[in-house]
């Protein structure tokens, strides 16, 4: 899966640079996430603004990536989640647990309060 790792502050940003997530391509984005949670990052910022499509087993991995997050002491978060995939992570339930935020800026933002 394409996608480019930035920092912002004490925020790691991954901006995913595919437009539709599926099983095949979470193997490779699961495990730098992963890499960075058992690498000490406790803030994370997913941005899927190019995403416009995410199958279950996408949200089945957010979902297993918030809990890693979490069970660190950390937080993932997602920013410019498109209205189609909002849909979908809202019909499941994951926007429970998961912060969806309209663009990075507020997600960032969201850190520091």
Known sequence: ???????????????????????????????TVLSLITGGTRKLVVDLSPVVYIDSATIGCLMD???????AGGAMKLASVQKRVETMLTMTGAHNFIQLFADEASALTSFEG
């Open 1 to 31: 899966m394409k996608h480019t790792i930035d920092h912002v502050r004490d925020v790691t940003v991954i901006h995913v640079g595919e437009s539709r997530l599926m099983y095949p391509l979470l193997s490779d984005f699961s495990a």
């Open 65 to 71: 990536l918030y809990r890693q997050a979490a069970a």
